[in-house]
């Protein structure tokens, strides 16, 4: 079975500083999907960020960057300029790819996000 | 669009009883999917279905019970709950292709007593 890790329970960061979030995880595949979600205290799981592992390219999406590195198995994630609204738990998660349209997201235990004023 | 609803969104039951735990979709998903989540855990995968009438056991799916009549409904059922089912509980749904991101509903805060 695949593992999600995340190695920091908790991490702060300055206000407009840059913070990176790691995460490694495990699998004998070779084409899969990543994930980074990001849950605030309202609870709400949101979508931060996505990669596929066949991509070498690193995915962006505004402040928000990824370092994949396949063969080190690991998918970190990059927060630059951190605002106060960035503080959450974010959920690194891996999804294989099957034929048969019953992916499984398996997710890692988090890691919370404070932000300092 | 509501996106991803459940309910209720707070429940205290007692060990021994039974509910439900609703949950709807209104965006036509194919894939639909139940959570747990605690402490130091992350989420991790009750059931899931890829479609009306197709149900399959994720990682934790002891003392649970889904079935999926429609595209538009879940229901998670809790036949006789224990205290170790103390949770909250996430509902979500997706477009069937993998890659797809998953619309997750506000969760439901289930305490047994």
């Known amino acids: 079975a695949q593992t999600v890790t995340q190695s920091q329970p908790e991490m702060s960061v300055q206000e407009a500083e840059t913070v990176t979030l790691s995460c490694t995880y495990d699998t004998s595949e070779s084409d899969y999907y990543l994930f980074w979600y990001k849950q605030p205290p309202s609870r709400q799981m949101i979508l931060v960020i996505r990669?596929?592992?066949?991509?070498?390219q690193n995915a962006t999406e505004n402040r928000f960057s990824v370092n994949f590195q396949k063969a080190a198995k690991s998918f970190s994630l990059k927060i630059s300029d951190s605002q106060l609204g960035d503080a959450a738990m974010y959920f690194c998660a891996y999804e294989e790819v099957t034929n048969f349209g019953n992916e499984k997201l398996t997710f890692g235990t988090g890691t919370r996000l404070t932000i300092i004023p | 669009n509501a996106g991803v609803t459940q309910t209720p969104k707070f429940q205290v039951l007692k060990t021994g009883q039974s509910m439900t735990l609703q949950c709807a979709q209104d965006m036509n998903h194919e894939y639909m999917s139940w959570y747990r989540q605690d402490p130091g855990m992350g989420l991790r995968l009750i059931h899931y279905s890829v479609g009306a009438g197709i149900t399959d056991q994720g990682e934790v799916p002891n003392g649970y019970n889904v079935s999926r009549s429609t595209t538009e409904d879940f229901p998670l059922r809790l036949l006789s709950a224990a205290p170790s089912q103390t949770s909250v509980y996430f509902c979500?749904?997706?477009?069937?292709?993998?890659?797809?991101?998953?619309?997750f509903g506000p969760g439901t805060r289930l305490t047994v007593l």
């Open positions: 990669q596929e592992a066949y991509k070498q």
């Open positions: 979500a749904s997706k477009e069937g292709q993998a890659y797809n991101e998953q619309f």
